[in-house]
């Protein structure tokens, strides 16, 4: 379980704990999202982080509300945007037998994820994400596109996925340029809370060196 995985040495600390002073909306405003114990509750509006990144290994957590009486889109529906282009889905989905295209943990519309690793509504969940950015040539035309890798609870449930370009809603198509970590609002009183990445170099070393 990766719940309450501390931040490495060099990482970033996207989410203080105490406030959104370094998230905005997509109009430029401060977010308007709440803070308490240390969580972040959704509120009117997307909250985008001011730090932006190509390649990253990210981990949050969130907790959906517990919401009976709603079905499919509309139960505790949120989602993670890495780059601000890619849609990881967050959403209710406890107990569905087979995950589809717009359920939890699905890259949205373009993958569903290959097991349902969902924890009922009000307990909290991680995403560990594995990010590698799309390449670009010269005139910024994509040559490799960008990958994902996901872990749910500590599962893998997305395995070195290849993005078939930005999914709906992105708020920009620059693909190959450094992008923020947007978490959506949908509505809903989706939480989060424990939210960092770490830079990850675009290229190791292809030679070996003696020590």
Known sequence: MQIGLKPPEGAVVLFNGRDVSNWHQRNGEPATWTVEDEVMTVAKGDAITAETFQDAYIHLEFRTPDMPEATGQAKGNSGVYVQGRYEIQVLDSYGWEVPGLGDCGAIYNQYAPLVNACKPAME????????????????G?????????????????????VLQGPTGGPVDENEGQPGPLLLQDHGDAVQYRN???????EKGSDAYEPH
């Open 195 to 201: 939210v960092w990445l770490v830079h990850l170099p």
């Open 124 to 139: 909290w969940q991680s995403y560990d994400i594995i990010f590698r950015a799309a390449r670009v040539d010269g005139a």
């Open 141 to 161: 035309k994509v040559v490799e596109p960008a990958r994902m890798t996901v872990l749910q609870n500590g599962l893998v449930i997305q395995n070195n996925a």
